[in-house]
């Protein structure tokens, strides 16, 4: 059977790190394979709507694997593909779905220790966290319109009761373990090689320079473009997601 369909495909286009202008704003990328990319439903806005699992399928823009669903109506969309669903299993979204692995509701209403992923950040925009493979976060408590999850990184943070999440653990939880193998396929992945800054010209690197194996030549290592690379925090001191953490991935309270 066809598990590719073509309503829900388009080609994706090879950017190859470059920004509008043409200037290489991501590096070590480019010469990839040609794509298709899935159009995944994130929404799962088919409320009551039962839906058939008709294949599993590989997704070559992402880690996990998909479902492609075809719901009673006759429509197909595909999903990500949870940990334990099965071809020929059924599916619903909406308030009264169960509590079962590949069935999307409301966080607020479900019971606490529930395994989710595919969670939205603010309520009818669509999952945006817990998508890779083998990611999961838990239900840990509810508070009027509030519930507390925590995520894979230990973090915990409160989200609306009213953003929908999807049932279970993403699937392909093995892809951690997956070892590229040979450098023609890193290549076809679209990732080119890297060069170690000690490697370069001092005009390209601040690693750079000396003869021989001299070392890096300095007391802490930077980035290309003379940036401490250890020990300096990336997050933005004021994030607008700051006031929903409860407890930051490292344990300190907020």
């Not at 990839?32 to 994130?42: L, S, V």
């Not at 619903?92 to 999307?104: E, F, L, Q, Y």
């Not at 953490?245 to 907020?254: A, N």
């Amino acid at each position: 059977m066809e598990t590719r369909i073509k309503s829900l495909t388009v080609i994706l286009s090879k950017k190859s790190g470059r920004d509008v202008m043409g200037h290489i704003s991501i590096r070590h990328q480019g010469g990839r394979e040609k794509r298709f990319y899935r159009k995944i439903d994130w929404i799962r806005e088919k409320d009551g709507i039962g839906a058939t699992v008709i294949a599993i399928v590989y997704d070559p823009n992402r880690t996990a694997d998909l479902a492609l669903l075809q719901y009673s109506d006759g429509e197909k969309r595909y999903i990500l593909a949870p940990v334990g669903l099965v071809v020929g299993q059924k599916v619903i979204s909406g308030d009264t779905a169960d509590i079962k692995s590949g069935n999307a509701l409301k966080i607020g209403l479900m019971p606490v220790g529930t395994l989710i992923h595919n969670v939205e950040i603010k309520p009818g925009r669509g999952a945006q966290m817990m998508r890779s493979a083998g990611t999961v976060a838990t239900v840990l408590a509810r508070d009027g319109d509030l519930v507390q999850l925590k995520l894979p990184s230990g973090e915990i943070r409160v989200f609306n009761a009213d953003c929908k999440a999807t049932v279970g653990q993403v699937g392909n939880v093995e892809h951690r373990n997956e070892a590229i193998g040979t450098a023609g396929r890193s290549r076809h992945m679209g990732r080119r090689p890297e060069v170690r800054g000690v490697a370069q010209n001092p005009r390209s690197h601040p690693h750079g320079g000396g003869e021989g194996r001299s070392g890096i030549g300095m007391s802490s290592p930077k980035s290309p473009w003379g940036k401490h690379t250890l020990g300096k925090k990336t997050r933005k001191h004021v994030k607008y997601s700051d006031r929903f953490i409860v407890q930051h991935r490292k344990g300190g309270s907020k």
